[in-house]
Structure formats: structure tokens, C-alpha cells
Nanobody
């Protein structure tokens, strides 16, 4: 089992900043990709940003230039720095981690955090 614990959500005014953090723990051999997704009621969950084990990052067009994703492989954490927040960024944000576990054999895993609410007021 791999557990993810998220923190950092909250209420902020438009133009403000928030930093989300996600820590992975449990049976982890290696982590390939770490990412942040968001979801609003009635809509599909969408990718906000992700970062590979090699350090390559990807961002949704709607957040480019405002959000920055970073990971720390020594602590198995991934952060999302969100600046210049807009009301349309309001959503529940979820952390996702994909990688490999090793018991008697290797097996892949994909785990999700419980979600953290981000609300941006106008």
C-alpha cells in the first residue's frame, strides 16, 4: 500500500498564492511520475501539472506561468506552488503518484490523495 497525504489547501483572494504539498509513504521502491489534478462538481478530473523522475514538467495551458510543480525524491514529496490565483482555479486538488513496489516481485502502483479544497474568491 502507498498512502498520500495532502496539505495546503484553503481560501484565498484572487491574485493570491497557495502551496500544496503531498507526501507519499508505504511500500515504495521507486516513483516515476508525480502530479496534481483538480476537479469541480459535474466535471471530469483534469491534470494540472506533473513531473517525471527525470525532472521534466508539464502544465495545463490554463496554469502555465502561474503554477510551479516540484518534487523531492529524498522525501517522496511533490509540491504545487500556485500564484496569481483566479476564481476559476477553485476546485478540489488531488495528488497522484505512480511508481513501483517490490515484495517478492516488482509491481506498479498508482495512488491518489484524499483531495484538498482550494477556493479562490473574487
Amino acid at each position: 500500500q502507498v498512502q498520500l497525504v495532502e496539505s495546503g489547501g484553503g481560501l484565498v483572494q484572487a491574485g493570491g498564492s497557495l502551496r500544496l504539498s503531498c507526501a507519499a509513504s508505504g511500500n515504495i521502491f521507486s516513483i516515476n511520475i508525480m502530479g496534481w489534478y483538480r476537479q469541480v462538481p459535474g466535471k471530469q478530473r483534469e491534470l494540472v501539472a506533473d513531473v517525471t523522475s527525470g525532472g521534466s514538467t508539464g502544465y495545463a495551458d490554463s496554469v502555465k506561468g502561474r503554477f510551479t510543480i516540484s518534487r523531492d525524491d529524498t522525501r517522496n514529496t511533490v509540491d504545487l506552488q500556485m500564484n496569481s490565483l483566479k476564481p476559476k482555479d477553485t476546485a478540489v486538488y488531488y495528488c497522484n503518484v505512480e511508481g513501483w513496489q517490490r515484495d517478492n516481485y516488482f509491481r506498479s502502483f498508482s495512488s491518489w490523495g484524499q483531495g484538498t479544497q482550494v477556493t479562490v474568491s473574487s
